[in-house]
């Protein structure tokens, strides 16, 4: 039998409440990223977890009109006074009253940074003040430490001879993030307003900008520098700067992550110096604009010797053309990379083209070198591949957990015959799921999607007379198929349907 002493500490029950401060806070904010609203619930534990959650669960307040009412202080005066001794972090979203705003911001004393999100159609200036300019006091505009993001920034251009009104509305010292609004109506944009807001903003990190088509670009005066982006995204940016304008007007010394898609690549490659990118951590490229071989060729060329001079990349996003891409230039962030998308500009619009596969023999090598690898998408043209040795070679890599294959649809419009009893698609994609999950290796899989004939949640349909015919019967191209992980550990398997198709 065991010793009075020893069975009286078998006796004792463990709980969370002995473990330290400094770890039970480490676990909440994880609870805090999982279910806010459970980790309310915790404060209901002790005295001891109010005093830690309490914090956490007010760190980021997203305001609402309940909370900025005058009334607050009167129907919830303990929830207003965590808010003004424990919040950090604001998300405004423009549309509520600027007054109200201003006074509970001014309240909140350990107050370090606000996200500004700009309501669609909304203005820069709303009943006599500029947004968020004015309601922000100097303790906050005139910090060094103070931080700014700003979302959804209408693209808006003034008239030169005025006062630029981006530098009225936002105060550019404190700006560290800006993410533009897509210009309403598309391919009216002009930046020459934007641009002014920009120059001015010397602690911006990170600029996000989307137009649409072949989109506009910055017109730069000989002295007009840009500040050094960390993160910088560009959609449908029509570059066209030289060499000498890249030198001189752009300064990539701090980028981190750098993503163009719409963009075009062989002007963009050949004017910028390659090794100001070795420290990316994450590229996406992708221009699919580009028709002609030859120049899809030489983009991919210069994508290459760009990745080359990369060190470490954790996510990588490609669209080239496959076939003359050394796959070397992958490995070489075998240890580091978790993210990798790996596409040819053909695609699965055209079941009459085939789209270039990466060979098993290059997933066998891969499997073995990109250890860390999590996330992965690829093309899969069962014309140009063995369909098993391909999957098999996929279900080689250990840790990965999340697969996206675009595939070719089945089907022949031409020689399509009534299929109500059998949904050939959906039949060729139960079999590539089930051998997915029946040779899976290390990792389970949370997902596995299946895109077929080039399907986007925003749908344009093949236009082809005898697609059409078919499209009119509920028989589409493109279809997407996914399998995911439940919470209680179970595969299960839809099919997700556009949000809008024509």
């Not at 904010?29 to 459970?38: M, P, T, V, Y």
């Not at 090794?275 to 990316?280: E, I, K, P, S, V």
């Not at 992965?376 to 098993?388: A, G, Q, S, V």
């Not at 589409?476 to 179970?490: P, S, T």
């Amino acid at each position: 039998m065991p010793a009075p002493a020893v069975a009286r500490h078998l006796q004792q029950r463990w709980s969370l409440d002995h473990l330290s401060t400094e770890l039970l806070i480490l676990i909440l904010e994880q609870l805090a990223n999982i279910d806010l609203r459970s980790l309310g619930t915790t404060r209901l534990v002790s005295t001891r977890f109010n005093a830690i959650a309490t914090p956490i669960r007010y760190h980021t307040l997203r305001m609402t009109r309940s909370i900025i009412s005058p009334q607050a202080d009167i129907y919830f005066p303990q929830g207003v006074a965590n808010v003004y001794a424990h919040t950090r972090h604001v998300i405004v979203d423009s549309d509520l009253e600027a007054e109200d705003v201003k006074r509970v911001l001014n309240n909140i004393r350990g107050l370090s940074c606000i996200s500004w999100r700009y309501v669609q159609n909304d203005h820069l200036c709303k009943g006599g003040f500029w947004v968020p300019s004015d309601i922000l006091s100097p303790r906050h505009t005139q910090s060094n430490a103070f931080r700014l993001y700003i979302e959804n920034l209408p693209l808006l251009d003034f008239p030169s001879e005025q006062p630029n009104p981006y530098l009225r509305a936002v105060p550019t010292g404190i700006l560290v993030s800006l993410v533009m609004a897509a210009p309403t109506p598309p391919l009216t944009a002009r930046v020459g307003s934007l641009k002014g807001l920009l120059l001015h903003s010397r602690r911006l990190e990170t600029f996000w900008y989307e137009d649409r088509g072949q989109g506009t670009q910055f017109e730069f005066s000989s002295n007009e520098r840009l500040p050094p982006f960390k993160e910088l995204y560009l959609r449908s940016y029509d570059w066209n700067h030289s060499a000498i304008a890249v030198r001189q007007h752009w300064d990539f010394s701090n980028i981190r992550r750098l993503e163009m898609v719409d963009v075009p690549l062989n002007p963009f490659l050949n004017s910028v110096s390659f090794a100001d990118f070795r420290h990316l951590e994450a590229l996406r490229l992708d221009d699919s604009g580009m028709r002609l071989p030859n120049i899809q060729r030489d983009a991919t060329r210069g994508q290459y010797l760009l990745i080359k001079q990369i060190r470490a990349l954790a996510e990588l996003s490609l669209t080239c053309d496959t076939q003359s891409f050394p796959v070397d230039g992958i490995l070489q962030h075998g240890q580091c990379l978790r993210s990798l998308s790996f596409r040819d500009y053909t695609g699965f619009f055209d079941e009459h083209r085939r789209c270039p596969t990466i060979g098993a023999e290059d997933l066998d090598i891969m499997s073995r070198t990109l250890t860390n690898l999590r996330t992965l998408e690829l093309d899969m043209d069962e014309k140009r591949c063995e369909p098993r040795h391909f999957l098999r070679a996929i279900c080689n890599f250990r840790r990965l957990d999340t697969l996206t294959l675009h595939v070719q649809t089945v089907l022949d419009p031409l020689r399509y015959a009534d299929t109500s009893i059998v949904d050939l698609d959906h039949e060729r994609a139960m079999q590539i799921l089930s051998s997915a999950a029946g040779d899976k290796l290390g990792a389970p899989w949370c997902s596995v999607t299946i895109n077929v004939g080039g399907w986007k949640p925003i749908m344009v349909r093949r236009l082809s007379a005898p697609w059409r015919a078919l499209n009119g019967r509920g028989v589409y191209a493109e279809r997407c198929f996914v399998m995911e992980r439940r919470g209680n550990g179970l595969l299960d398997v839809s099919e997700r349907l556009p949000t809008r198709a024509s």
